[in-house]
Every structure is written in C-alpha cells, then in structure tokens.
C-alpha cells in the first residue's frame, strides 16, 4: 500500500502519472531559496539552462559567475568565495562535477570545510543517446567517503526543490545528484523532506523484504512492490534519499523487521547506496541482501528505457532480486 | 543522421565537414582496411560530440558502410553518442569530455619518437574545439609538448567562436589565442578552415616545422553550408526537425541553389 501520511502523488502508479524532470525541481528550488538569502551565489561551467541554473543567472547577473569549461577552477573559485560567506551552488554534468574536480573538491572544498553545494546533473545511464562517457555512474561513490561531505539523491523534481532550499541552509559542503530525462512525479508538496531522514513510500501488512533505494528508480520499485504484492510478497519501500548522513536507525530497524534487504540506485553496484547500507548492516544487523546498480560496466548510447532495461535496474530486475533475496533467507 | 538519432550537435560537424575531407581524402597516410595498420597517421578527436563528422568520413572513406551511419546514438551501434574504442576499434581515442584529446596527442607523439626518432614522418593530428580552450588541461598538455618541441604533432583548433552558453567573447574570450599558443612554444597558423588550398598549404607548412609542435587555428562557420543554422551557438547540441534536415539537405546539396543535385 502507498504510505498515505506522507501524501505521495495519488497518481504515482498509473501510466498517465505526469512526468518532469529532477533538474527542474532545482531550478525552481534554487530561486527560491536565492530570494530568501543574498548570501547565495551561483557558477556554473558553460551548462546553465541544461543544469537548470539559467533562471537564478537572468534574475541575479550580480551574484553569478559564467566559468566557462573549466571545472576544476569551478571547484576552488567557489570554495574561494564560501571563504568569502557566500553559499555557492556550483553546477555541470556529474561527470565533469564532481567527476573532473575530485581532489578540488575534497582539498579546497571539505578539507577547508567550506559549504559549497556541488550539483551534479545528467547523473545514471538514464541521460540515455549521449553514452557511456556523459552517464555518471561512480559519482556516489567517489563523493560519500570524503569527510564532511553530504550526499543527496533526490528521487522527483518536488523533491529536489524542497532538497535544494534545505541544503542551502546548511553550513555543510554537499553534493546533490540530478537526472535529465522526465521521471514520474511520485511526491507532493506536502511529503516529507528532511536532510537524512529516509522515510517510506510503501509498506503491506506482512514484510519479506525491505527495498531501499533513491533517485528516479524508486518508481521502479513501487511498480515492483506492487506486483510482488499480488504474488503474496509483502515489502517496504524506503526513499533514502540522504545517502550521507544515512539513516541507520531506520536502515537498521527495517533490515531487521524484514529480514532481508534490496538497494535500489542508478549507479554502480558498487560503492553507492547500496554500499553504505552493507557496511551499517554488517554491524549493526547483517542480513541477505541484493544490489540493484550497475554491475562493473560502463553505460553507453541508448533511450534511457532501454539502458534501463539492459542494466537490469528495471521493475522485472528489482522483482528477481526480491524473489532471489528472500530465498536466501 | 542527426534527425534518424533524434538528438545529437549539429554546428560543430558542419563547420569541420571541409577539414574532415581534406585530412581523410588528401593528407592522412591510413587505410581504411587496415585501421590498426602501424605505420598510419593518427587523428586524435578530443572535441567528442563532433563525432557525427567524423563518422560521416570515415563511411565515405570506406570504414564502414554509408547505411550504418543511421544508427548513431541508437542501442548497441557502433556510433556512439560520443566515440568510443570498444565499439568502433578504428578510433583513437575515445572521447566527450573536453579538453582530454591533446595530451593523448601529445603521448602518442612521444611514443613514436620514442620508437622512431625525431625524424619520423608519421602525424599525429589533434583535432580540438575553441570551447576547449577553457579547459586548463590544454594549457598544461600544449606547454609540454612545447617543451618537448613534438614536431610530428599538429594541432587543429576549430575556431567557431561558439560555445554552449554563448559565443566564446562573451563566455570565456580567448584572444590573443595565438600569441598564447606562441608563448608555449608551438609554431601557429591562422587559415581559413574552408579553403581547402590554404588548409593545404597550412598543413605542408606545419609538417615541415621540425623544431616545433604546430597548430592551425581554422576560423571556421559553425553550421557551415545552412543558412539557418550558421553562426547560431543555440544548434551547438540540437538535431534539426524533420523540416529542418530536408532544408539543410537541399540546400548542402545545391549549395545553396548554386547547382542541381542529383539527389532532387
Ligand atoms: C569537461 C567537459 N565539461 C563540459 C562538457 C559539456 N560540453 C560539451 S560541448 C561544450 C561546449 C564546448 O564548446 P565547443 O567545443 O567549442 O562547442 P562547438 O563549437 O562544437 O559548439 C560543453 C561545455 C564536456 N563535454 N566536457
Ligand atoms: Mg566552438
């Protein structure tokens, strides 16, 4: 059943359900949250309508900075002004931010414990007929295990609005990871949305397996709850949108409620969602648990259904992973 | 091409269409059955999402058959949305992120000397974007093969003067872009990057440099050869309509109504 208390879209699992792009939400969000905080600038490398931070530049020319393509300066100039008490939000392709800018970002950025809010867009094989070098799949990753850094994955464009008013009032450096294509609007207004609070999108009455996800793909995972649900296959469908600081209570208190464990992430098996929650279970409550991401390949050109699909990140593949997760319990 | 992929660039390729041809057709020492053939001159596309050109080329030159091209940037072809080795072995490089081109240059032009001395006559041509130039990694690959004096290296800069937010003066401006490349020790020439005679002629003369890596700064027109699309940054990464591409077709192909297409 859909979490009613948290007033999901009521259209979520029907084929008309509206269908808008992640990045919009921080377009949107970024405007808002600009008009409530001067402190607030903006830079971007030679991507600002497709990062969505074109709005925020025509209305404050003052308080943004065109990099041009060069990343890495985008990484250190911004860590510079934060010195200054700005907040910057600095965007591109996750790929080229934080994909180029690693080491400036971990020095200049967290080591001096400036609070920049890195955006990275066009994140997951989902970003489709560019291919394998512009679909960010290690971005996760290489972003959770440095110090200080937060890490969130909006899953709808409500979501990320409300992500990106949230973490510009945070003193942390943050990354936040964006999708390109239209995905289904699963949220409203009214859900719930706090920094490293994971809360439920689904739960039946009886729960085999818990699958933990974010991003876009949780609507895969309604879809597969869903028709697990009518073969007698009870789960709980978690949005753990904060990959870092994780929610490990309730992490922890559903592995341990359901017993065994699917993550659900448009990444690599590897390293991301999934990993985090393998290293809080093995100590806190170690169950059998499945990976939904990539498995050890590069992405490459394609719509995003069929990348979707042969990545096995879809609906059927979550299903099978279900099937295969209870098994061993 | 663009239209069957529905996404994709399309000023970028149109505006390199005549360096394309004249390095394929006229310069390069390749073979089209034998892309591994060891003694072949190399082109090194760092500006990835030109591709389409490239691709374009090499069918022509009997890589592959002209019908593939229609596959580009779908599941599984060949063409990727930007190149990559393992599905078309014949490229250098794989490519798309900016500004990583001209040091794999520069690599392979050390490792030929390494093999050959420095009087080897096997090229190696870079081919690079003026967006590119914003990226630092240029500056500190140019520096080292300036260093390094790589004869056998030359460089071709598509001058179009556009970028993806705007035009290159009011995004990141670059002049004097040859004075810098002089700086770093690299032999410039500025050329018309539609003449073929003087493109010719730039690259005997950068050829014969043996002191020097050399650079062609090609002032090009991006969307070159349709109206429509010419000099215009917003075609930087859009496909044409349906009705755009059959416009374009018509005009490339009578070059503008100048000729008769056997096509028509
Ligand atoms: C490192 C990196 N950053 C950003 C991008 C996104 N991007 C692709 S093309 C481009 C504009 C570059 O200008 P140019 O190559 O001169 O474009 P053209 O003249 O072909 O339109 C940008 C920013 C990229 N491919 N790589
Ligand atoms: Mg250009």
């Known amino acids: 059943m859909l979490n009613i208390t948290q007033r999901l879209n009521k259209k979520i699992l029907d084929d008309d359900v509206e269908q808008v792009p992640v990045r919009n939400g921080f377009g949107e969000g970024l405007l808002e949250a600009a008009d409530n905080d001067k402190s607030i600038v903006g830079l971007c490398a030679d991507l600002t309508e497709s990062t969505r931070m074109k709005a925020f530049a025509d209305k404050y020319p003052e308080r943004f900075v065109q990099m041009g393509v060069a990343e890495q300066n985008l990484a250190v100039v911004s860590s510079g002004l934060a010195s200054t008490g700005k907040i910057p939000f600095i965007t591109s392709y996750a790929m080229f931010s934080p994909g180029r800018n690693w080491e400036q970002i971990r020095t200049t950025i967290c080591y001096n414990d400036r609070p920049v809010k890195i955006i990275g867009s066009h994140a997951g094989v989902s970003v489709g007929p560019d291919g394998g070098t512009h679909q960010a799949i290690e971005d996760l990753a290489i972003m959770r295990v440095i110090p200080r850094m937060e890490v969130i994955v909006p899953c709808d464009a409500p979501e990320a609005r409300k992500a990106t008013n949230a973490i510009a009032q945070t003193s942390k450096p943050t990354y936040m990871r964006l999708a390109r294509e239209k995905t289904p609007v699963m949220t409203t207004e009214e859900t719930s949305f706090e920094i490293g609070k994971a809360y439920e999108m689904w739960r039946n009455e009886k729960v085999d397996v818990a699958i933990i996800g974010c991003g876009p793909l949780l609507h895969h995972a309604l879809v597969a709850a869903q028709e697990l ?50 290293e809080v279970l093995m100590q806190t409550n170690p169950v059998p648990m499945e990976f939904i991401g990539v498995k050890d390949k590069f992405g490459q050109s394609g719509t995003p259904n069929e990348l979707v699909v042969h990545y096995e990140l879809d609906a059927a593949a979550i299903a099978d992973a279900v099937r295969k997760v209870i098994k061993r319990k | 091409m663009l239209l069957e992929a529905g996404s994709g660039h399309t000023a970028g390729p149109l505006g390199m269409a005549d360096i394309f041809t004249l390095l394929y057709f006229h310069i390069m020492n390749h073979d089209p059955k034998n892309p591994s053939w060891e003694d072949r001159d190399r082109i090194v596309l760092s500006n990835g999402h030109i591709c389409p050109v490239q691709y374009a080329t090499m069918a022509r030159a009997g890589y592959f058959s002209v019908e593939e091209l229609k596959t580009l940037r779908k599941f599984h072809s060949r063409l990727q949305g930007h190149p990559h080795r ?128 050399s650079v062609l700064i090609a002032h090009t027109i991006p969307g070159k050869g349709v109206h429509e699309f010419e000099r215009d940054y917003h075609w930087h990464g859009k496909p044409p309509k349906k009705e755009e591409a059959d416009m374009a077709l018509r005009e490339l192909r009578t070059l503008g109504g100048r000729v008769v297409s056997e096509h028509e």
């Not at chain 1, 017993?259 to 659900?264: P, R, Y």
């Not at chain 2, 071709?156 to 993806?164: E, F, P, S």
């Open chain 2, 86 to 213: 393992e599905y078309l072995p014949a490229l250098e490089i794989s490519s798309g992120p900016l500004g990583s081109g001209l040091g794999q240059a520069v690599g392979m032009a050390i490792g030929e000397r390494m093999d050959k001395g420095r009087n080897t006559d096997k090229y190696i041509y870079a081919l690079l974007s003026d967006g590119e130039m914003d990226c630092g990694i240029i500056w500190e690959s140019a520096m080292l093969a300036g260093r390094d004096k790589l004869q056998n290296l030359i460089a071709i800069i598509d001058r179009n003067g556009i970028q993806i937010d705007g035009y290159t003066w009011d995004i990141m401006p670059l002049e004097p872009l040859k004075a810098k490349w002089e700086s770093f020790g690299w032999h410039v020439i500025e050329v018309d990057g539609h003449n073929f005679r003087a493109l010719d002629e730039a690259i005997g003369e950068a050829q014969s440099v043996n002191d020097k890596p």
């Open chain 1, 229 to 278: 649900a009518e073969e007698g296959i009870g789960s709980v469908v978690l949005n753990s949108h904060t990959i870092k600081p994780l929610d490990i209570e309730t992490i922890t208190g559903l592995a341990r409620e359901a017993g065994a464990v699917v993550s659900v992430e448009e990444h690599q098996a590897a390293g991301g969602l999934g990993g985090a929650i393998a």
